[in-house]
């Protein structure tokens, strides 16, 4: 985990918010090509070194208005343009389609599949998912008033996805957006801000206990039983899976097991884009035995100082993107570039995600 990171003083003068004001761009194929992408912009995007975050693409106004906005016609365009996409992704860490015609679950199963990424199970992961179609499951099915915080999808795993894609199925009434943040932004605020605290991070990881039920929880964001979290009902199964995973589990007497894990790295390098990322959060979740307080240490054991903690929440609102859901978006994030979370929202919403290795 080594390689240059700019100085921040310097990225600072360049990064400003000014996702209303770059230039309206074009993705140019082949005149035989369906349609074509235009690159568009949103007052809620940011700029950071003149790249937009996230990139905005919608169907090109000229063949568009000869060219219905399908699901069918989206895909071709996405088969055929997949270079470009993929160095979009890789360039600005997320990508967001809006306005094409994108209704159903099995539409956004085919836009998936388009893209040509190999499935990633969902052993080890906390949140509690419905399968709907094919690789589509439910996001998240805790209630909606419930706010969920940033994380990288199953960071706390030696494997997780690289690609993340979510579907806004019905739109919320209100509130209900994915907030996103770059994680190297991240890394590099806190690393100017509490150096010695990162560096202690980096070099002794984090110990993350949770407890897991016996059933399901649907209130809570991380809700999985241990039975759900490792797909099955026997004991000794699930320590075997939860030892691949580097976990251990302890049953607990009045049920329940709880979940050690780590220490698991914080800190990422990023051998893509040759650049340090943050790839963990360091506030607890909490639900029925689980506090923020009670489950989360660093690698050594010692408690994490309360005031880093908040003031890495803070940076993570303070440099984040919150688009509004509208119906048919997609967005799709790069795992090892952004952050992800959801705010709480008025019914009804549904969103539904796709995870890639």
């Given at each position: 985990m080594n390689g240059e990171i700019d100085d921040l003083k310097t990225r600072k003068g360049k990064r400003k918010n000014e996702g209303t004001n770059f230039q309206l761009q074009e993705h140019q194929t082949e005149p035989t090509m369906a349609y074509h992408f235009t690159e568009t912009q949103l007052p809620e995007q940011k700029n950071y070194d003149s790249i937009p975050f996230p990139a905005v693409l919608s169907p090109n106004p000229t063949t568009a208005a000869a060219v219905p906005c399908s699901a069918s016609?989206?895909?071709?365009?996405?088969k055929s343009q997949r270079p470009f996409l993929d160095s979009l992704l890789h360039k600005t860490g997320a990508v967001l389609f809006r306005g094409f015609d994108v209704k159903t679950a099995k539409d956004f199963n085919d836009v998936v599949e388009a893209f040509g990424y190999e499935d990633f199970p969902n052993l080890g992961g906390t949140a509690l998912r419905t399968q709907v179609f094919g690789r589509v499951y439910t996001a998240n099915e805790s209630p909606p008033d419930q706010k969920i915080g940033f994380h990288h999808e199953v960071a706390q795993a030696p494997q997780f996805p690289s690609k993340l894609f979510f579907f806004c199925e019905v739109e919320?009434?209100?509130?209900?957006?994915?907030?996103?943040?770059?994680?190297?932004?991240?890394?590099?605020?806190?690393?100017?801000?509490?150096?010695?605290?990162?560096?202690?991070?980096?070099e002794h990881g984090l110990i993350l206990t949770r407890f897991l039920g016996d059933d399901d929880d649907p209130s809570s964001p991380i809700g999985c039983s241990w039975k759900?979290?490792?797909?099955?009902?026997?004991?000794?199964?699930?320590e075997e899976r939860a030892a691949k995973l580097g976990n251990k589990l302890e049953w607990m007497v009045g049920g329940g097991a709880k979940r050690i894990i780590g220490p698991i790295p914080v800190t990422y390098y990023d051998k893509s884009r040759q650049r340090k990322i943050w790839f963990t959060s360091v506030v607890g979740w909490e639900n029925a035995g689980n506090g923020p307080v009670n489950t989360i240490t660093f690698g050594d054991g010692t408690?994490?100082?309360?005031?880093?903690?908040?003031?890495?929440?803070?940076?993570?609102?303070?440099?984040?993107?919150?688009?509004?859901?509208?119906?048919?978006?997609?967005?799709?994030i790069d795992n090892l570039a952004a952050l992800h979370g959801r705010r709480p929202s008025t019914p009804p919403r549904r969103i539904l995600a796709s995870l890639c290795k």
């Amino acid at each position: 985990m080594n390689g240059e990171i700019d100085d921040l003083k310097t990225r600072k003068g360049k990064r400003k918010n000014e996702g209303t004001n770059f230039q309206l761009q074009e993705h140019q194929t082949e005149p035989t090509m369906a349609y074509h992408f235009t690159e568009t912009q949103l007052p809620e995007q940011k700029n950071y070194d003149s790249i937009p975050f996230p990139a905005v693409l919608s169907p090109n106004p000229t063949t568009a208005a000869a060219v219905p906005c399908s699901a069918s016609h989206l895909i071709e365009a996405i088969k055929s343009q997949r270079p470009f996409l993929d160095s979009l992704l890789h360039k600005t860490g997320a990508v967001l389609f809006r306005g094409f015609d994108v209704k159903t679950a099995k539409d956004f199963n085919d836009v998936v599949e388009a893209f040509g990424y190999e499935d990633f199970p969902n052993l080890g992961g906390t949140a509690l998912r419905t399968q709907v179609f094919g690789r589509v499951y439910t996001a998240n099915e805790s209630p909606p008033d419930q706010k969920i915080g940033f994380h990288h999808e199953v960071a706390q795993a030696p494997q997780f996805p690289s690609k993340l894609f979510f579907f806004c199925e019905v739109e919320p009434a209100s509130g209900g957006e994915t907030p996103i943040v770059l994680s190297h932004i991240v890394y590099e605020r806190m690393k100017q801000r509490y150096p010695e605290f990162v560096e202690k991070l980096e070099e002794h990881g984090l110990i993350l206990t949770r407890f897991l039920g016996d059933d399901d929880d649907p209130s809570s964001p991380i809700g999985c039983s241990w039975k759900s979290t490792f797909s099955t009902e026997d004991k000794s199964v699930a320590e075997e899976r939860a030892a691949k995973l580097g976990n251990k589990l302890e049953w607990m007497v009045g049920g329940g097991a709880k979940r050690i894990i780590g220490p698991i790295p914080v800190t990422y390098y990023d051998k893509s884009r040759q650049r340090k990322i943050w790839f963990t959060s360091v506030v607890g979740w909490e639900n029925a035995g689980n506090g923020p307080v009670n489950t989360i240490t660093f690698g050594d054991g010692t408690p994490l100082p309360a005031d880093c903690c908040y003031e890495c929440l803070r940076i993570l609102e303070e440099e984040c993107v919150a688009i509004p859901w509208q119906k048919s978006d997609i967005l799709l994030i790069d795992n090892l570039a952004a952050l992800h979370g959801r705010r709480p929202s008025t019914p009804p919403r549904r969103i539904l995600a796709s995870l890639c290795k």
